[in-house]
């Protein structure tokens, strides 16, 4: 296999014509060579058109984009080097699976013999040697997503893109076919870049993973960094599920309060923070349940999901009107055997090292905190 | 309700043809004041004994697969140039004005082509001569007059192909385009393994349409030779029109009307179906 | 048969007025016409309102407009509207009002070539005609027997003829005197007239609607025959009018008789040399072609009065000449010369209104309304008004069409006629647009015509 390539991305923008805010503005990324790195965001956070300019689908109005070190940027995709899975795979109908894979070493005039030797090769890691005459009108869902891997693969590309290669297939292919991915990574070691709006993809798979949203770039990080610390307000929202608990918090000498309520901190704050006002984000499974009359956060439960490994608690504050962002509920993920009763009042305690801290104005996190793991 | 429905259709189909079919089993003349007199299958027997017979299917046949041909490969071409220059400015009022022919009535389309051709004060001749060339007899010179019709033709009814192929290939997700951009596909080979395998049933049906309409073309023909000079354009339709309409002869033009029926919708038929062995037809696509 | 011929003629170019101007005048007798029946109207108790069908153009619609309105003027109580088809649906108006016996027509512009089937249903006139003895003998002496003959069936007329259309050829004077030809008197003329005219000026020399175009080949080369003294068959006289007896049938036919053959050569010689617009020309084409000073010689149907007239005809107007289509060749009679077509006015049985319908036709074609009739676009049948009125240089066709329609060959009258053009012109074409011999043609041609003739009972 050829040997990854690492992929630069040096401020890149992109304005549509007519459109009046950037689709992209001044994205600027490193993908490490061998990197599995996804690009994740909500729809219309520009993470395809990210991939596309990677590509060279789409040409940045701003930036550059270097590939192995060299500046690619006005270079047509043909010649970057690179790979790409398509969400529906455009494979050619008319082509047998094997035309489809070897279309593109054939219009590289590689000789037919080597042509014969990659695909045989190429079959076999992906398990459709059996699929090779066939046109994609007689393969299931799953069997034209591998070909279509195939036709990236055989062409051992140095860059191999992805563009939410998974999100047409059913839910139990779609994990067997995560894990087939994360297998393909480790076998070629090669560069790979992947759109998804699936986080559980892009978690379990990546090395590397980038959180897009409105065009900017909120952060960039190994998926277990991104998870405990995300960059601002945006980034915790938006990874976890049930996602990050985002307290609204006054922090004074005693620790942490409520704010906007009279009663005195409720929660140890961890070391170093700058008394004042301060959002507080808390995974659901850091909240734990502390017996009453303990310090912690007097919460109402008011929902009870049970999950059979554990049980989502959904509650609601007691005596703190401005702790929670209106409409919001506080969820806290407990052991499969604590199931209060709805309506029993609970009391819920986090440890300092699992909170991740926000400054409420700007939402972006508040990097002076003594915690593991490094902010965009 | 739908089998009265259906029943009105067939009924609507089917009478002017048997009456076409009834007329055809007597001889008659338009201006006969007596009663037209049965004459059995005797039409149809002289219909195909005689020379003109031979001449106008040879004629039809020429003038239907030099049109068709020109049509569909220049139709598709452009289709496909206008397809990948689909970006640039004003591709779009380039569409529209090559697509303004087919609003054309064709017997006005062949009238203002007649004065183009017209070989000592047209404008084609015009521009020829001025080039120092000697004129061209478009519609008076028997080797050329079929090919000056099948240009009227081509130029009425290529935008007909175009459109059709265009809407076709707008249709296809530019994915495609991106996958063989990055399989190092060229325009060339673009056009040929993604772009036409995929508006296939597309050109299929528009060359179908196009084919049974060539088949029975007359009004560009009539209104430019009328069949002339000599036999050199004289089809089928233009002998049943003549028969009809010259001659008078309803009787033989009916015989005439049903042969070219059955001609076409044989021809049309076994093309449909060898296209749906092809699976052109009929079956979808992943 | 005149009718097939002059539909392709466009009405501004059919008889000296423009189709706007017709329009406009037509708008002007309709309100004479108007004010005429308020007039009329307290004084006679019940106008009478008679209705002639026609087809547009000047040389019919004008001319019968224009004489209904000076007839209208002049007749009060009687109220003639001209109702106007288009050509082909003219005669399927004629062919279903006599089927159905129509009472809404009370005359026809009625072509010869219907009468062999449709006089059953026509009024016969000799009655009609014997009552007024003094328009009667003004008819008889001054329309040629010959031309009005087509519209008779055993010798009773069924229409009042009042218009009258030849084949003839046509030249410029200027150009005739500059190169010192001779007037094209034979084919031979016209041939070596046309070498000369060419080296002169390249495709001046001949120039005839041919092709396919309709029937004009056929009619050429019909011309031709009879003037090279050939028949289509054995029976084909000229008091037979272009008929065929069914009790006699048509005799042999003779399509392959060396007249003919001389004829076909001869056409085909003119065809190596003719303007190549020519296999493929419509009348007005031609026109245009003398108008611009393209073409010299041309054989084509009177429709070219029109080119005597300065309005149309700036340039060239006063050089342009007509005589009746000559004879030559193996053939030196005058009387045979080439073919003739025309109008008349036929009464439909049915019709309620015979005697005013009579007395309109008579105004028609009376002196009275001659100069009326002319000026509206008119081609009169008599002889005597062709003659004075051809002294003019703008009616100069019109001794042409005297001369013409006294001796030309009649259309073919029998019902497969238009069947026996489509033949002639057919393999007329080949002839002269492929390699084939004349006697080659002329052989195929009559086996052609004899299956024909067999399958209706003539052979």
Known sequence: MAEAAPVVLEGVGKTYQGADRPSLAGVSLAIAPGAFFSILGPSGCGKTTLLRIIAGFEMPTEGRVLIDGRDVTGLPPRARDIAMVFQDYALYPHMTAADNITFGLRNRRVPRREIAVRLEATAATLGITHLLGKRPDRLSGGERQRVALGRAIVRRPRVFLLDEPLSNLDLKLRETMRIELGRLHRELGVTMVFVTHDQAEAMTLSTTLAVLDGGRLQQAGPPDTVYARPANRFVARFIGSPSMNLLAMVAGPDGLAAAGAPAAAVLAAPAGLVPGPVEVGIRPHHLRPAGPGTRGLAVRVELVEHLGRSNFLVCTPVDAPGLLAAGRALVAEVAADVAPEPGSALVLDAAPRDMALFDPASGQAIAAVGAAGEGA | MLYPVVALLALLVAVPVIHVVVASLYRRNLFQVRPPRWVGLENYYYLVTSAKFEVAILRSMSFTVTALAVELALGIALAVWVHRMRRLPGMGLLRTVLAMPILVAPVVAAVMWRFMFQPDFGILNHFITGLGLPPVGWLSSPSIALLAIVLIDVWQWTPLVFLTVLAGLHAIPPQYFEAAELDAAGPWKQTLHVALPQVRRVIVIVALLRLIDLLRAFEIIVATTQGGPGDASYTFPVMIWETAFVAFEIGDAAAASVVLLVLVSVIVTLLVRAIARQGVVGRGQG | ?459
């Open chain 3, 1 to 459: 048969m005149s009718t097939q011929t002059d539909r392709m003629r466009f009405p501004g170019h059919a008889g000296g007025v423009s189709r706007r101007e017709v329009l406009r005048r037509g708008a002007a007798f309709g309100a004479v016409a108007a004010a005429g029946g308020l007039l009329a109207s307290p004084a006679v108790a019940q106008s009478r309102r008679i209705v002639v069908t026609t087809m547009p153009g000047p040389r019919w619609e004008g001319a019968l407009r224009a004489s209904a309105a000076a007839y209208m003027a002049r007749t009060p109580g009687t109220e003639v509207e001209i109702l106007v088809s288009p050509y082909a649906e003219h005669y399927q108006r004629i062919g279903t009002s006599l089927i159905e016996d129509s009472t809404a027509f009370d005359a026809h512009l009625f072509d010869p070539v219907l009468i062999g089937q449709s006089h059953p249903k026509l009024e016969p006139l000799t009655a009609l005609f014997d009552s007024d003895p003094g328009w009667r003998d003004y008819y008889m002496n001054g329309v040629p027997y010959f031309y009005r003959g087509s519209w008779d069936w055993d010798g009773v007329p069924y229409s009042i003829v009042h218009d009258a259309n030849c084949m003839m050829t046509w030249w410029r004077r200027d150009v005739f005197d500059a190169l010192g030809l001779a007037e094209p008197a034979s084919f031979e003329t016209i041939l070596a007239n046309a070498e000369k005219l060419n080296a002169a000026k390249a495709n001046a020399g001949f120039m005839t609607c041919a092709g396919r175009t309709q029937w004009f080949l056929g009619m050429t080369f019909t011309g031709m025959m009879h003037a090279y003294g050939g028949r289509w068959y054995e029976h084909d006289e000229m008091d037979a009018f272009g008929r065929i007896d069914p009790a006699r049938g048509s005799g042999a036919v003779t399509l392959d008789a060396p007249a003919v053959v001389e004829a076909a050569r001869m056409l085909k010689a003119l065809s190596r040399i003719w303007n190549p617009a020519s296999l493929n020309a419509l009348e007005f084409e031609n026109a245009e072609a003398f108008k611009n000073d393209i073409s010299h010689q041309q054989v084509m149907w009177s429709g070219f009065m029109t080119l005597q007239n300065p309005a149309e005809n700036p340039r060239f107007h006063d050089q342009l000449v007509s005589r009746d289509f000559p004879v030559g060749g193996a053939s030196p009679d005058p009387a045979r010369t080439g073919m003739k077509g025309g109008f008349g006015l036929a009464i439909p049985r049915a019709s309620v209104n015979k005697e005013a319908t009579f007395d309109f036709a008579k105004f028609v074609t009376s002196r009275e309304n001659a100069e009326t009739f002319i000026r509206a676009g008119g081609q009169p049948s008599n002889a005597e008004l062709l003659n004075s009125w051809g002294e003019q240089p703008q009616y100069q066709v019109f001794r042409s069409i005297a001369q013409g329609v006294a001796n030309g060959h009649h259309l073919a009258q029998f019902a497969e006629g238009p069947q026996l053009f489509q033949i002639i012109t057919q393999h007329i074409g080949d002839l002269v647009t492929t390699d084939i011999a004349a006697e080659d043609a002329c052989a195929a041609m009559k086996r052609d015509v004899e299956t024909l003739f067999r399958r209706s009972g003539y052979l």
